[in-house]
Structure formats: structure tokens, C-alpha cells
């Protein structure tokens, strides 16, 4: 038996995939059944890292999703169009998807799924969060025993490499940025990465699987890491902590409260925290589950051969799947969800939260801040004052204990009106 594979898109992570199709020793012992029928591609002129036959590839992206040759459809062209209209029209020919695509199964992941399955087709999608990580199977087969409480992940690789020199070097956030940009760590334009969209993509497919409800990905409170300083992540050192961006993804404790809790932002996480030594572009994602306890996977989360190993598993598993019952879906691949979640308002959620403040330096500043603070319950759990820093002014870092995020927000707009206040540079949240 054959499978017939046809790649949309031969950039980095589909030359990974094309690699492995052509070198299957010593992998699974499907793989020399699956052949690469044709390649898709945006200019057939350029110089290709990998040897295919010319006659295979081809810039009609359109004549490879009608294909009646082709068993998998296999969509690394990123981006929402044309890849959403060839996802649909390739499952409307009745071929199966993998993809590592996240921005569209984030954004239209309900209309795809629903038309995959008035079909009957397998969406894959392993190498759409967390590129080599084998998260997805995880959450959809081998923790299937489990009642998952929380979902806590590093899943952006730019940012991690980004906070992480400047928690090593000290550096400034737009130094290592230009400096990531310019190793190719980073994008031209850095949007994406650094704003927390494409964590909170990946967050919205993480937290569907791992809750078992669709996440609408503008449901999920998201800020980047452009306010981060160096300034931050010295007092987070001397307080004990590091900074990550973090997608925070929780079940609600109690039964009355129908609402997940799920963000993404710039976190401080306890130096002695499974994720805080996650460093350089490494994802991980950190699993609670009952009865498991916890789960930690890190690996890479980017790169043409990490990423390819999760699409490669993916044709394998549709391989199988088709091979032992071709008429069926195994419904451990296929998507079970069909209703939303209701994500809870960030005012509702409850944290420690860091604050740093630049203040006047005159008397009563701290009895101010206390009374403010006070007032509005939010305690403290760690203040640090340093002498003047610049033109008569003096920075104060607090943490507060646990506190509801209305209650913080309501202290800091009484903080601002502070006569003795000059400005609140940076709020973030503890883990
Ligand atoms: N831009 C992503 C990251 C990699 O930095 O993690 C692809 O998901």
C-alpha cells in the first residue's frame, strides 16, 4: 500500500518533511510507504536544499488539493490565505490535513473542523504548537485518563531567547531584540513574537485540547514583552525570579465557575519553577493533571527538523489510521469539540503581582503607597527601596501577596494620584 503526499510549501520545515520522506531507514517502518506525489510551491526558480523531481513540484497550489492521486494534503505554507481556502477545498476532495499552521486552526479551526468532519478526514496538527514537542498527542491520547487542571507554557521560542539574554547579560530589550533579528532568531517584523500573538494562537489550540472546549483566540488576555527592562529583570533577580513569557491556562477551581482562566504575558516564575531554567529558543510546556500530577515537555519549538518531526508523525498516524480502518476515523485523532468556552474576563483572575514605581523622593512616599494599597485590599509581600535614581526621583519595587486583578488595577489607579507619584513604568504578574 502507498500513501500519497502532497506538500504545500518547500521552505524550512517542508524540506525538513521532504528530507525525512526520502531517507526512511531506521524510522518507522511505514515511511517507505509514503510517497511525496507533489510539491507545491510559490516560485519554482529557486535553489532547493532538497532533491525532488522536477516534474513533481509545481507552482499551482490549487491542482495539488484536487489531486485525486493524493491521500494527505500536507499545509506548510503558513498564514491564513491561501492556506484556509486550500485546507478547505482539499478537505472538501475528501483528503486528509496536516498542518503546522496555527494562526489558521487558532482563527478557523472551528470551520475547518466541522467540515472535516461532515467529511470524515483527520486534521492533524502536532507541528502547530510547539514544533518538535509532542504536546498535541499528548493532550489528545496519552493524558486522556486525566482531569487537567492547569496548562502553563513557554511556547514562544523568540521571546524566550530574547528575555533570556537579557536575564544573563543584562542587556536592554531593544539591543537583544535588533541583535536576535539580526542572527535570524527573530522576524524583520517582530510583531507576532514579541506582542504575544503567536503564543496566544498556540495557547487557544493547547487549552482546547487540554480543557476539551474551543478557545476563540480574542477570548485569551494577551501582552507582550516590549515593556520588559532591563531595570525589571535585575529586581526580579534580587527578589528571586526570572521573566518568561508565560500562556497560563486554568480549569476553575470550584464547580460554580464555569469560566477557564487562560493569558499570555510576561511573567515573574521562581527561579527554583520547572520553567523558569528554560532558556535560549527551548519551549515547555508544563501539564497538572489528576491523577498524573505534573508533566513537564521541553524541547525545541521551531526549526526545520524539530518541526518536521511533528508533521512526519502526523502522516504516519493518518498512514495507519487509514491502512487498519479505511472506512472509520479513530476518534483519538479526530476532533471531538464542539462548543466554545467561556474564558473569564482578566478582572476576575487572581495573582501576586510585581510593581515598580517611580516616586518623588520626600517624605511619606511609602506610608502613601500603603495606605493606597491598603485600601483597596491589596497586601504586600515584598517592598524594595533604592536611593535616588535619577532627578529627585526614587524607585520602589513592591510585590504583593495573591489579589484579585480588580483590586490591583483600582490600588494603581489611586497610586497614580498620588501627589508623591511620578510615574508606574511596569506591572507584571507572578506566577
Ligand atoms: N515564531 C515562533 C517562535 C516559532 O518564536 O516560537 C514558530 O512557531
Do not use: W
Amino acid at each position: 500500500m502507498t500513501y500519497k503526499v502532497g506538500i504545500l510549501g518547500l521552505g524550512t520545515v517542508g524540506t525538513g518533511v521532504a528530507k525525512i520522506l526520502q531517507d526512511p531507514i531506521g524510522r518507522h517502518p511505514l515511511l517507505p510507504e509514503i510517497k511525496i506525489a507533489r510539491v507545491g510551491v510559490r516560485s519554482l526558480n529557486k535553489q532547493r536544499d532538497v532533491a525532488i523531481a522536477p516534474d513533481l513540484i509545481t507552482d499551482n497550489l490549487e491542482s495539488i488539493v484536487n489531486d485525486p492521486a493524493i491521500d494527505i494534503v500536507v499545509e506548510l505554507i503558513g498564514g491564513i490565505e491561501p492556506a484556509k481556502s486550500l485546507i478547505l477545498k482539499a478537505i472538501a476532495n475528501g483528503k486528509h490535513i496536516v498542518t503546522a499552521n496555527k494562526a489558521v486552526i487558532a482563527r478557523h479551526g472551528s470551520e475547518i473542523f466541522t467540515a472535516a468532519k461532515q467529511k470524515g478526514i483527520y486534521v492533524m496538527l502536532e507541528a502547530a504548537a510547539c514544533g518538535g514537542i509532542p504536546v498535541i498527542q499528548a493532550l489528545k491520547q496519552s493524558l486522556g485518563g486525566n482531569r487537567i487542571s492547569e496548562l502553563t507554557g513557554i511556547v514562544n521560542g523568540t521571546t524566550n531567547y530574547i528575555l533570556s539574554r537579557m536575564y544573563f547579560e543584562g542587556a536592554d530589550f531593544a539591543a537583544t531584540l535588533a541583535e536576535a533579528q539580526q542572527l535570524g532568531y527573530a522576524e524583520a517584523d517582530p510583531t507576532a513574537d514579541v506582542d504575544g500573538f503567536d503564543a496566544a494562537d498556540k495557547m487557544a489550540i493547547l487549552a482546547s485540547l487540554a480543557f476539551g472546549d474551543r478557545v476563540k483566540v480574542e477570548d485569551i488576555y494577551r501582552e507582550g514583552i516590549r515593556s520588559i527592562t532591563s531595570a525589571d529583570i535585575g529586581y526580579a533577580k534580587e527578589l528571586g525570579f526570572t521573566i518568561k513569557l508565560l500562556g497560563i491556562a486554568k480549569r476553575p477551581k470550584t464547580d460554580g465557575d464555569s469560566n477557564l482562566e487562560i493569558r499570555v504575558h510576561p511573567t515573574l516564575v521562581p527561579i527554583q519553577h520547572p520553567l523558569a531554567n528554560i532558556n535560549g529558543v527551548t519551549n515547555a510546556i508544563r501539564i497538572e493533571g489528576d491523577p498524573i500530577g505534573e508533566v513537564v515537555f521541553s524541547g525545541p519549538g521551531a526549526g526545520s527538523g524539530a518541526t518536521a518531526s511533528a508533521v512526519v508523525a502526523d502522516i504516519i498516524n493518518v498512514a495507519a489510521a487509514l491502512k487498519s480502518m479505511p472506512n472509520q476515523i479513530n476518534s483519538l485523532m479526530g476532533c471531538s469539540h464542539e462548543h466554545y468556552a467561556k474564558v473569564a474576563p482578566i478582572a476576575n483572575t487572581v495573582a501576586q503581582f510585581y510593581v515598580r514605581l517611580l516616586t518623588h523622593d520626600k517624605a511619606g512616599v511609602i506610608g502613601d503607597l500603603g495606605t493606597a494599597f491598603g485600601k483597596h485590599s491589596v497586601s504586600l509581600n515584598a517592598i524594595l527601596q533604592k536611593t535616588t535614581v535619577h532627578d529627585g526621583l526614587a524607585e520602589i519595587v513592591v510585590v504583593t501577596q495573591k489579589v484579585s486583578e480588580f483590586n490591583l488595577q483600582a490600588a494603581i489607579a489611586a497610586i497614580h494620584d498620588l501627589p508623591t507619584m511620578h510615574s508606574i513604568p511596569t506591572i507584571l504578574r507572578v506566577l
